[in-house]
């Protein structure tokens, strides 16, 4: 996939979201769906990790090499702990192309992540 | 303020959110940004805590008694302790009437949460 083509990648609605999860407001949240909604909250629950998610976040197609963003002022050792907890939590993919991985947001889990929060749902 | 004025509350929209911080796709995110935001994530990153926060956004107006939400499964101090820290991340404000404490959700907080998490911003 070629840069340009990523860059068009059309963004979601809340609609398309991954019905990970009901709202918060439908009422009492099982055990399960706790569980998966908080793992994903935790992902984002670090200062570090979250600049480093809204750093690749901001790239054009919300997907950015690892060499861009290992500026963040961390060690490389540390940014790629918190690349591989935002990954387990489904909130990046990976993809290894040549010499370089790239990171890209997974735009319909964190459109799930925000649907959650919708107060007016 | 009775009951029934609560359950009047007008839900807020996306615009109201509090302008707490930007969303993730502004840009790279300062750390004091970064901090605040992690903060609130870490308050719904707890399976318990986020069941607590649910049961009371599901009730009209998004408030309830603490008696309403006691027979979640742990123990009071654990109900107190948890209600503490979504209180202290300034998602949930509470009131004592009479006997009971009240625990409301802090409607603009959510918002702003849901709005850092916006992509198509």
Redesign the interface.
């Given at each position: 996939m070629s840069k340009s083509e990523i860059a068009e990648l059309p963004?979601?609605?809340a609609e398309d979201a991954v019905p990970c999860c009901p709202p918060?407001?439908?009422?009492?949240?099982s055990?399960a769906d706790?569980?998966k909604?908080?793992?994903m909250?935790?992902a984002?629950?670090?200062?570090?990790?979250?600049?480093l998610?809204?750093?690749i976040?901001?790239f054009a197609g919300?997907e950015a090499c690892v060499c861009d963003i290992s500026d963040i002022g961390v060690s490389q050792p540390t940014v790629s702990h918190h690349l591989k907890k935002l990954r387990e939590a489904g909130l990046l993919t990976s993809e290894r192309r040549g010499t370089w991985v790239y990171y890209q947001?997974a735009?319909s889990v964190?459109?799930g992540?925000?649907a959650m929060?919708?107060?007016?749902t």
């Open positions: 963004l979601l609605d918060i407001t439908a009422g009492e949240l055990q706790a569980e909604m908080a793992a909250f935790k984002l629950s670090d200062p570090v990790r979250l600049r998610f809204s750093r976040a901001s919300g947001v735009p964190v459109a992540m925000a929060l919708d107060l007016r």
